[in-house]
């Protein structure tokens, strides 16, 4: 069987996804032997190479002018494209700067602005159409295997789209919201990981991003209710989800209180 093209791409983060992706690599051979990597911007110094992709994985977030023209570019040469970790797939931590006016992180970051051409930072769907959404920061082992297997059997992906609550209480795990009190984003978030921090006595900081049609308004003033500052409720919901529609409007709610 020949295998099918595949190239990881990068725009404006930590590389974090990357590293993830060794990682998996070095230790799940079976389902990565099925693929031709054809580029990883990791491991290269050289440009992207011509297409067509069996599969393009994007990590990174959209901050400059160039990398919209290269993405669309790549689509147009990927027969299938998922966004991967929290940067690609909701802005994530780049993002944060999506609250305020881009001349003023500037000035704030760099000295001389003559050779920076930033523009609002967005996820990858802001511009290109993407096949799935591979989440979290760094993201999830299980929904990795659901895109690359998904393109191996010619299906569509099949990622989670409930809440972390759901998986929290399938672990079993005393809620932390409720019994402690924390500032708890799991409502709000969109499954993937497990449960991991609540798993672990700590509440969710959503790098998973929000959940589909989630309530965010409504966790918002819970929060306020249980004597969270508004700043801090203002950082919970931007830490990662500054670009999203679901977080932006409990940012709002905040405001409007
Ligand atoms: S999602 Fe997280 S791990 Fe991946 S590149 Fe962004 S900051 Fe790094
Ligand atoms: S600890 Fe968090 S994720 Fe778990 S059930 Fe409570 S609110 Fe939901
Ligand atoms: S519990 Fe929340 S913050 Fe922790 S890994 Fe899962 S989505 Fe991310």
């Given at each position: 069987?020949n295998k099918l093209r595949l190239g990881f791409f990068k725009y404006?983060?930590?590389?974090?996804?990357?590293?993830?992706?060794?990682?998996?690599?070095?230790?799940?051979?079976?389902?990565?032997?099925?693929f031709d990597f054809v580029f990883i911007k990791l491991l290269s110094r050289k440009g992207i190479p011509e297409g067509p992709f069996d599969i393009a994985l994007v990590?990174?977030?959209?901050?400059?002018?160039w990398q919209v023209d290269e993405l669309k570019m790549i689509r147009e040469q990927s027969k299938k494209l998922f966004?991967?970790?929290?940067?690609?797939?909701?802005?994530?931590?780049?993002?944060?700067?999506?609250?305020?006016?881009?001349?003023?992180?500037?000035?704030?970051?760099?000295?001389?602005?003559?050779?920076?051409?930033?523009?609002?930072?967005?996820?990858?769907?802001?511009?290109v159409?993407?096949?799935?959404?591979?989440?979290?920061?760094?993201?999830?082992?299980?929904?990795?295997?659901?895109?690359?297997?998904?393109v191996?059997?010619?299906?569509?992906?099949?990622?989670?789209?409930?809440?972390?609550?759901?998986?929290?209480?399938?672990?079993?795990?005393?809620?932390?919201?409720?019994?402690?009190?924390?500032?708890?984003?799991?409502?709000?978030?969109?499954?993937?990981?497990?449960?991991?921090?609540?798993?672990?006595?700590?509440?969710?900081?959503?790098?998973?991003?929000?959940?589909?049609?989630?309530?965010?308004?409504?966790?918002?003033?819970?929060?306020?209710?249980?004597?969270?500052?508004?700043?801090?409720?203002?950082?919970?919901?931007?830490?990662?989800?500054?670009?999203?529609?679901?977080?932006?409007?409990?940012?709002?709610?905040?405001?409007?209180?």
């Amino acid at each position: 069987m020949n295998k099918l093209r595949l190239g990881f791409f990068k725009y404006s983060c930590c590389m974090g996804c990357s590293y993830f992706f060794a990682y998996v690599h070095k230790h799940v051979p079976e389902v990565l032997a099925s693929f031709d990597f054809v580029f990883i911007k990791l491991l290269s110094r050289k440009g992207i190479p011509e297409g067509p992709f069996d599969i393009a994985l994007v990590e990174g977030t959209i901050t400059e002018a160039w990398q919209v023209d290269e993405l669309k570019m790549i689509r147009e040469q990927s027969k299938k494209l998922f966004a991967v970790g929290s940067c690609a797939v909701i802005g994530g931590i780049p993002a944060i700067k999506a609250t305020t006016p881009e001349l003023e992180i500037e000035k704030r970051v760099y000295k001389n602005l003559s050779s920076i051409h930033s523009i609002k930072p967005h996820a990858v769907d802001a511009y290109v159409k993407v096949d799935g959404y591979i989440r979290g920061c760094p993201p999830a082992e299980r929904d990795l295997y659901e895109a690359l297997t998904s393109v191996l059997t010619g299906r569509k992906p099949d990622f989670p789209q409930y809440s972390v609550c759901i998986e929290c209480k399938l672990k079993g795990n005393l809620c932390v919201l409720i019994a402690d009190n924390m500032p708890c984003m799991g409502p709000v978030t969109n499954a993937g990981c497990g449960a991991l921090c609540p798993s672990m006595n700590r509440a969710c900081y959503s790098c998973f991003g929000p959940m589909k049609q989630a309530n965010a308004p409504a966790l918002a003033k819970k929060f306020k209710a249980m004597g969270i500052s508004r700043d801090d409720i203002i950082r919970k919901f931007t830490e990662f989800g500054a670009d999203t529609i679901e977080f932006r409007k409990a940012v709002e709610t905040v405001y409007e209180d």
